[in-house]
Each structure stands twice: as structure tokens, then as C-alpha cells.
């Protein structure tokens, strides 16, 4: 079965700087995909970025980038020039090609907290 | 455009009630899914459904119930509430298809707490 591990229950940066959130996963499959969601305080579940296990080039969106490194079945956020809007729980995804109806499997979260 | 609504957002439950939690999309999706958060985890698949009248078990079906007569809708029934339905309940729903990397899109979450 697959599992995905965020080692970072919490972090906190500065606003303006820059800060990585960890995950890696586990998994048999060599064909999947991974997402990035935010849940700020409002509970909604917002994807922040995705990831084809397939595509070698890193995603970004605006100042959310990823490090996928499928080797080693990592893939951390990065998030650039930190706003305070940024702070929120960011949890990692994983998406297999025959998992259950295509569920996510969710790892434990990353509560961010952004500093002014 | 409404995308995922879930009824209701907070709900106190005495133990052995019962109760329904309503979940309903508007952007015609075949899959919905429903996932529990407790503090601390990750979200976990209660149950999913495929397209109305299709529903299976996911990770932690025991003491819910669920049906999909339409595609718009999705309830979750708990039997007998336990001190261990605590937990903030999520709505999901996604277009899916041959592509695999689409969006979730997830509704606001009901906060239920058995007593």
C-alpha cells in the first residue's frame, strides 16, 4: 500500500523568505501523481500545485515550486518570497493509476506560520 | 458556480444518534469521495462513488453509510454515533477520466463531535 510522510508537523519563515516543506512517499507504482493541497484556517482545501510522476521537469505556480526527485521518492514545496497569507496546514498527496477511484492519499501536514 | 457544499458546518451528536451528512456539486463530476480528518492526520477515505448508483468502501468505512441516486449528490450516514466520529468531515468530487492529474475540489468541512 501506498504512504506519504510529512516529517515537519510545523515551520515558520519570515515573510519574504524562503521556505521547503518536505514529503516523500511510498509506493510500487512507476506511474502516479502528487499535489500539493493548502488548508488555511477557513478548513477549504486549495491545490497549491501538481505533479506528473512521469515528467522530469519540476511544476511551478507563481512562487510555489516543487523538487521531485522520483529516485528517491521525494517531493518537497518550495515557496518563495513567503507571504502571510501563506500561512496555513499544507498537506502532500499521492495519486495512483489504480488506487481506489482515483482517492488521494494524504500525508500528516506541514503547519506553516509565516512571521512579519 | 457553488462547486461543493456540504451541510451542515458544525454539528454536536449525542452518542448512539444518528445523522446525514449532506454533500452536493454542481460541476457535473462522476467521482465523489468522502474523507475524514482527525487532529494531527491527513485526511482518510471513508467512501467513493464513481458515478450515481456506484459506491465502495475506502480505508474507514466501519459505522457510515453511503448512496449516490444522482450525480449531483453524495450523503454520508452515521449509525449509531461513537465517541470515535470526532472529526471534520470532507466532501470531494473530481472530474477524473483518462487524465489523472485533475483537481480535487473539496467543500468546507462539517466539524462533528459525539458527546
Same mark, same amino acid.
Given at each position: 500500500?501506498?504512504?506519504?510522510?510529512?516529517?515537519?508537523?510545523?515551520?515558520?519563515?519570515?515573510e519574504?523568505e524562503?521556505?521547503?516543506?518536505s514529503?516523500?512517499?511510498?509506493?510500487?507504482?512507476?506511474?502516479?501523481?502528487?499535489f500539493?493541497?493548502?488548508q488555511?484556517?477557513?478548513?477549504?482545501?486549495i491545490?497549491?500545485?501538481?505533479?506528473?510522476?512521469?515528467?522530469?521537469?519540476?511544476?511551478t505556480?507563481?512562487?510555489?515550486?516543487?523538487?521531485?526527485?522520483?529516485?528517491?521518492?521525494?517531493?518537497?514545496?518550495k515557496?518563495?518570497?513567503?507571504?502571510?497569507?501563506?500561512?496555513?496546514?499544507?498537506?502532500?498527496?499521492?495519486?495512483?493509476?489504480?488506487?481506489?477511484?482515483?482517492?488521494?492519499?494524504?500525508?500528516?501536514?506541514?503547519?506553516?506560520?509565516?512571521?512579519? | 458556480?457553488?462547486?461543493?457544499?456540504?451541510?451542515?458546518?458544525?454539528?454536536?451528536?449525542?452518542?448512539?444518534?444518528s445523522?446525514?451528512?449532506?454533500?452536493t456539486?454542481?460541476?457535473?463530476?462522476?467521482?465523489? /469521495?468522502?474523507y475524514?480528518? &482527525?487532529?494531527?492526520m491527513g485526511?482518510k477515505?471513508?467512501?467513493?462513488?464513481? #458515478?450515481? *448508483?456506484?459506491t465502495?468502501?475506502?480505508?474507514?468505512?466501519n459505522?457510515?453509510?453511503?448512496?449516490?441516486?444522482?450525480?449531483?449528490?453524495?450523503?454520508l450516514r452515521l449509525?449509531?454515533?461513537?465517541?470515535?466520529?470526532?472529526?471534520? /468531515?470532507?466532501?470531494a468530487? &473530481?472530474?477524473l477520466?483518462?487524465?489523472?492529474?485533475?483537481?480535487?475540489?473539496? #467543500?468546507? *468541512?462539517t466539524?462533528?463531535?459525539?458527546v
Amino acid at each position: 500500500a501506498q504512504t506519504v510522510t510529512q516529517s515537519q508537523p510545523e515551520m515558520s519563515v519570515q515573510e519574504a523568505e524562503t521556505v521547503t516543506l518536505s514529503c516523500t512517499y511510498d509506493t510500487s507504482e512507476s506511474d502516479y501523481y502528487l499535489f500539493w493541497y493548502k488548508q488555511p484556517p477557513s478548513r477549504q482545501m486549495i491545490l497549491v500545485i501538481r505533479q506528473e510522476a512521469y515528467k522530469q521537469q519540476n511544476a511551478t505556480e507563481n512562487r510555489f515550486s516543487v523538487n521531485f526527485q522520483k529516485a528517491a521518492k521525494s517531493f518537497s514545496l518550495k515557496i518563495s518570497d513567503s507571504q502571510l497569507g501563506d500561512a496555513a496546514m499544507y498537506f502532500c498527496a499521492y495519486r495512483g493509476l489504480y488506487n481506489q477511484g482515483g482517492k488521494l492519499i494524504f500525508g500528516q501536514g506541514t503547519e506553516l506560520s509565516v512571521k512579519p | 458556480n457553488a462547486g461543493v457544499t456540504q451541510t451542515p458546518k458544525f454539528r454536536i451528536l449525542k452518542i448512539g444518534q444518528s445523522m446525514t451528512l449532506q454533500c452536493t456539486q454542481d460541476m457535473n463530476h462522476n467521482y465523489m /469521495y468522502w474523507y475524514r480528518q &482527525d487532529p494531527g492526520m491527513g485526511l482518510k477515505l471513508i467512501y467513493y462513488s464513481v #458515478g450515481a *448508483g456506484i459506491t465502495d468502501k475506502g480505508e474507514v468505512p466501519n459505522g457510515y453509510n453511503v448512496s449516490r441516486s444522482t450525480t449531483e449528490d453524495f450523503p454520508l450516514r452515521l449509525e449509531l454515533a461513537a465517541p470515535s466520529q470526532t472529526s471534520v /468531515y470532507f466532501c470531494a468530487s &473530481d472530474e477524473l477520466g483518462t487524465r489523472m492529474n485533475t483537481e480535487a475540489f473539496f #467543500g468546507q *468541512g462539517t466539524r462533528l463531535t459525539v458527546v
